[in-house]
Every structure is written in structure tokens, then in C-alpha cells.
């Protein structure tokens, strides 16, 4: 490990460009003067710049943010046009912390609008456009009438404003959010990871309260992942659902961008909305199953997670993997499948070199002690001895205590190489990045204004206790109204194998191989058998099971080809998602 860390110093050549005067910050203190080694309380000088970095970042930020958010559910109530006669926003997501963005220290709390999750990993707003401030600066450029209620607990007031758009004619858009973070800090009683699927602040009863009483409701959630929508998500009332994740100090440009038809939604969501809480199937760890030690985690789900799991078991979703809505629409046609010139692929074989050596290595303590007078800063760790005493050295109390050393750990003889490694380089045996099959699909945007669509690839590895299909690639692209585009996807061997645990290597199964194309895990209209490419190998085994034994899904640490879970009564056959005919999403 030593040898790794000094060899990207070198590699990148630290010792020659170093910054001057670095670094102009400080992560403890936003003090212009404090410690430089705070932890130590040692070296008071200027430790804050208060430099101004932003540059042009908020474009790219609020591009990003657009271009991220999903639209879930659409029934014509979007875009809007910021001339609506009324336009109504509820909830504290929608508005400004109570104390500031940066009020709760690592982003530790959940009140005002959710744009970004707590933990060591934060940083601090250089401002916020919360998405009650950016609508109604539309609404305002249009001479729109905005009012809002952004208390979540408002029964009597949310409801009235509400009935009034009922009345008048207009819009109701509602915020919601559910947060998490790092285990180090506890909001609400989630000690990090979250604790339910539900939305925060009883935001299920905010959307329901105001669906009540106004027939054009529209839900904007920013959440760290899924969450459960089913006691409202089909309400009539609620004629549009989006969600726009966590998305930074941008927000509130973005999802107006998003809401007043600026930016065409083009995001798809990277997770499954399942329809109950069991509907995963596994579950997070809430406490601690070994005592005082590291929790234990068999992982018996296998790859079965998330939309695999779905698929496995016959669970109906309520939002699919990689779905997501646009104002326009898109359909699919003309898959094309090449099989590429590929050699068959050669396991590595040979012996690795023997460990190096660096320098000659001295077994008298005196050769590392530190310099004469060498100032010691608390807590840090140095390369040289503080005392030729290496238990005082140490600092460590359980110095000269008897440990085991497994067999091999000091074996510095050459090792045989494995199968799935490389001789030449990082990343693995480099045939496993072979192409070999290129997939081809049409897209045409048969609607009246340009959009983004995510064509995604999927394919079935075919054998009975693998995932009904996998994605393997996906590309974005924006087509024009009435212009077609084709997508191209490559699908490497890595792509197309199985983990052999008797061969600990990759290996390309028998079973017949399918590709898929479409706009997300369920909704994919074409699709075509994957033959003609070289699929073998030249070591002398077999190019996988016929019978499903001996190997493991491409992604598994499994010690099997079954990953834990029974089959139950799945049915093996290519997912066939699509109605009969299906040529087109319908908005």
C-alpha cells in the first residue's frame, strides 16, 4: 500500500507542482484566523481566503439538475405556461430553511427545501434558489397571481387556498421530500439510512389534503431514492408527479425550468418504485447482528436487487428501472445486431514477478529515528521513530502481543496469475472488453417539439437462475420533432458472462442470449438473438454450464451459479413487457 501511495505522487509529480499558498481553506472553521493543524490547536495563521471559485458553475449546475429530473406521472397538466389565473405552492420543501442553508452543520436536518443530503461529504451553499422563489419569478414575468403555504402541517389553510383553485382555475403545486445521509448523524431518529419509504414531514398527507380540494395537482418530490406513492400517486386530482432527487443550489431554476416547458424532461430513474416496502424483497440492516463487531451480511439476495428483483419474482412496480416521461414522444424500430471479428478469449496464465524490493531495508531502530529537535504535531502519523524503543514508538498498548499470520501473507515468491487477471496491466484479462456484438435501433420523436430519450440495452444471459434481463449500455440523445436517430450499442464479453467459481474465471454459458432495446427495463419493443460472434475460449474448458450449476451472474460474489433465492414460479422466457404492436410510449 506504501508503495502504491508514493507511486501516484510520483506518477503525477507532486514535488513539481505544488500550489502555492495551498490551500486557501479550511474544513473545520469558516474563521479567516485559526489553527492550521486544528485538531492539534497548532500553527495560528490565515486559514480562510474566502476565495471566490463559482466561475460560471450555476449554468452547468442547473443544466444538470434539469437534465436529471424524472417526470413520473403527466396527464396533460404539464408544461405550464406562467399564465395560469392562480398559482398555488405548498409545502416547506417548496420554500427557504428556517435557519438557512447552511444553518445545520454537515446539512443535518430536513426544514426548507431538500437540496442536498447530510454528512462529512457536504459543503456549504454559496446560495439557494428554492423553487418557491424561482416559480414565482415566473409567474411575476408573466403578471401571474402566486400565493403559498408552506407550513406542512397547515390542514385548515392548505385546504382553502386549494378550493380557491378549484374555483378559479389555476395550479397546485406541491413539495415534498425525505432526506438521509451519514450514520454519524441522526435526524429525526434516522441514523442515517432511512428508517421507512415514506415521504417526511407527513408529506403523503400534505399531497392528499391539497388533491382533495384542487383538480390540477402537481407533486414535485426531491428525495435520496424511492419512496412509497401509492395511496396517492393515482388520485385523478393529481395529474402530474416528478421527481427532481437532490439537486443543489440550482434547484429552484431547475424544476421551474422543468415545470414551464424551458427544459423537456428527459431523465429516466435509476432505481424501481416498488409499490410496498416488501416489494424489494431484501431490506437494510437497522441493528447490529454481531455484538460489538462489524455487522454480518451473507448477501442472500445474489444479484436480485432492485429491478432484478422485480423481474425475478413477478413484482408489478409502480415506476419501472430507467422510466421516465417527456413532453414529447418516441418510438422504436429496426434493430440491427452485427457480430463482430472478436479472438477467442485465453485465460491469463504464468506467474506474477516476485515482490519488488525498494532500497536496502535495515533492521538497526536508530537508522529511522526522526531528526535531532524534530517538532512532533498531535495525532499525525510520521515515517520515522519517535524512540529506537518501538513499544514506546508504538503508542500502542497491545504492542508484542502474540497475532496470527495467515500462510502466504509474507510470501514474496512469484504467485500464479489468475484467469479473469492481466499480465500487462490493471482492469482485468483485456478479452473480457472485447466487442463482441453491436446492437442498432431507430428512435423517431413523433411529437411536436425536440426531446431527449434515454434508448437503453438490455440482455438476457438466458440460464435459469440468471436476472430475466440486465442493462448492459444506454445512450442519450436529442432528436428533433419528426426526426429519427440511431442509437448504437456495443456488448462486450464481460458483457455476455458468467462468474465460473470452479474455474474462478469468466465464461460465456450456452444458453441462447437476447438483446433488448427500449425507453426502460419493461418497456422494451425490439429485441434479437445473439449468434455468429466468437464466444469461446482456446483454455480447454467448456464456454459454461448447460444445466445452471457451476457459475455465478456477471456482478456476483456468489459461491454459486444459484444465487440464494428460490425460482418460485418465475417463468424464464424474454420479458415481453410491451401491449402487442407497442411502437410508442403514450403520455
Not at 416498488?274 to 447490529?288: A, C, F, H, I, L
Not at 422510466?323 to 424500430?333: I, K
Not at 490493471?426 to 478479452?431: I, L, T
Request: net charge negative; glycine share 10%; with cysteine.
Amino acid at each position: 500500500m506504501a508503495v502504491r501511495i508514493v507511486a501516484a505522487w510520483y506518477y503525477v509529480d507532486r514535488e513539481n507542482n505544488q500550489v502555492e499558498n495551498s490551500p486557501t481553506f479550511s474544513s473545520w472553521t469558516q474563521d479567516t484566523y485559526g489553527y492550521s493543524h486544528y485538531y492539534a490547536s497548532e500553527g495560528y495563521t490565515l486559514i480562510n481566503e474566502h476565495l471566490d471559485v463559482q466561475d460560471d458553475h450555476a449554468e452547468l449546475i442547473r443544466k444538470i439538475d434539469a437534465d436529471g429530473t424524472v417526470l413520473l406521472k403527466n396527464n396533460g397538466a404539464l408544461p405550464l405556461t406562467g399564465k395560469e389565473k392562480l398559482t398555488t405552492v405548498f409545502g416547506s420543501d417548496s420554500g427557504e430553511a428556517m435557519y438557512g442553508p447552511n444553518g445545520c452543520g454537515d446539512r443535518g436536518c430536513d426544514n426548507g427545501t431538500l437540496a442536498m443530503g447530510w454528512g462529512s461529504g457536504t459543503a456549504n451553499f454559496p446560495y439557494l434558489i428554492t423553487p418557491l422563489e424561482a416559480i414565482k419569478s415566473v409567474v411575476r414575468d408573466n403578471r401571474g397571481s402566486i400565493e403559498s403555504v408552506t407550513d406542512d402541517f397547515a390542514y385548515a389553510q392548505q385546504a382553502a387556498l386549494a378550493h380557491r383553485v378549484s374555483q378559479t382555475g389555476g395550479a397546485c403545486i406541491v413539495f415534498a421530500n425525505s432526506d438521509a445521509g451519514e450514520g454519524y448523524i441522526t435526524v429525526d431518529g434516522n441514523e442515517g439510512d432511512r428508517n421507512n419509504l415514506t415521504l417526511w414531514h407527513e408529506g403523503d398527507a400534505l399531497i392528499s389534503n391539497v388533491a382533495s380540494q384542487c383538480p390540477n395537482t402537481i407533486v414535485v418530490m426531491h428525495t435520496v431514492g424511492p419512496v412509497l406513492v401509492g395511496n396517492w400517486s393515482e388520485n385523478v386530482n393529481v395529474t402530474a408527479i416528478i421527481w427532481a432527487g437532490i439537486p443543489g443550489q440550482e434547484s429552484g431554476n431547475a424544476i421551474a425550468d422543468i415545470l414551464y416547458g424551458a427544459v423537456n424532461p428527459g431523465g429516466k430513474t435509476p432505481f424501481t418504485w416498488g409499490k410496498t416496502r416488501e416489494s424489494y424483497g431484501t431490506d437494510v440492516m437497522y441493528t447490529n447482528n454481531n455484538g460489538q463487531g462489524a455487522p454480518q451480511d451473507n448477501f442472500v439476495e445474489g444479484v436480485f436487487i432492485d429491478y432484478r428483483y422485480f423481474d425475478r419474482f413477478n413484482e408489478t412496480p409502480q415506476y419501472e428501472f430507467g422510466y421516465g416521461l417527456s413532453y414529447t414522444n418516441f418510438s422504436y424500430a429496426n434493430i440491427k445486431i452485427n457480430a463482430r471479428s472478436a479472438p477467442a478469449y485465453v485465460p491469463t496464465t504464468g506467474n506474477t514477478p516476485a515482490a519488488p524490493t525498494y532500497g536496502s531495508v535495515s533492521n538497526r531502530t536508530a537508522d529511522y529515528l526522526c531528526p535531532p529537535g524534530f517538532h512532533f504535531i498531535s495525532a499525525y502519523i510520521y515515517p520515522c521513530l519517535n524512540s529506537t524503543d518501538l513499544a514506546t514508538a508504538s503508542l500502542e498498548p497491545r504492542y508484542g502481543q502474540n497475532v496470527t499470520i495467515n500462510p502466504g501473507e509474507y510470501d514474496s515468491n512469484p504467485q500464479p496469475r489468475l484467469p479473469a487477471g492481466s499480465a500487462v496491466g490493471s482492469g482485468g484479462n483485456a478479452h473480457l472488453y472485447d466487442v463482441l456484438y453491436t446492437v442498432t435501433a431507430d428512435v423517431t420523436n413523433t411529437g411536436a417539439i425536440a426531446g431527449d430519450e434515454v434508448a437503453q440495452l438490455y440482455v438476457s444471459l438466458g440460464g435459469p437462475n440468471d436476472p430475466v434481463v440486465v442493462l448492459r449500455n444506454f445512450d442519450r440523445k436529442t432528436i428533433a420533432p419528426g426526426a429519427t436517430t440511431t442509437y448504437s450499442f456495443d456488448i462486450t464479453r464481460r458483457d455476455l458472462s458468467n462468474w465460473d467459481t470452479a474455474a474462478q474465471d469468466w465464461i460465456i454459458s450456452s444458453y441462447t442470449k437476447t438483446a433488448y432495446v427500449g425507453s426502460s427495463s419493461r418497456r422494451l419493443p425490439l429485441s434479437g438473438t445473439l449468434s455468429g460472434a466468437n464466444t469461446g475460449t482456446s483454455s480447454g474448458y467448456p464456454p459454461g454450464p448447460t444445466g445452471g450449476s457451476s457459475s455465478a451472474s456477471a456482478g456476483s460474489t456468489a459461491s454459486s451459479y444459484h444465487h440464494g433465492k428460490p425460482t418460485g414460479t418465475k417463468s424464464w422466457a424474454p420479458p415481453a413487457y410491451s401491449p402487442p404492436g407497442y411502437t410508442t410510449k403514450n403520455w
